[in-house]
């Protein structure tokens, strides 16, 4: 899509690719802090 016709579409596919990635790999990030707090729960009583 980009140097042909559609240049400005490309580039803004691009551009919302580019937003998506960087969105992701922040929640990514962010859910690492839920897993450490899961794996401390203590164990019910038998």
Known sequence: MLG???DELGT???I???????G????LVDSFK?????SKRK????
């Open 4 to 6: 042909g016709s559609n």
């Open 16 to 22: 919302a690719g580019g937003a998506i990635g960087v």
């Open 43 to 46: 164990k019910p009583p038998q």
């Open 12 to 14: 803004g596919l691009l």
């Open 34 to 38: 839920y897993l450490g707090r899961a």
């Open 24 to 27: 992701g790999t922040f929640i």
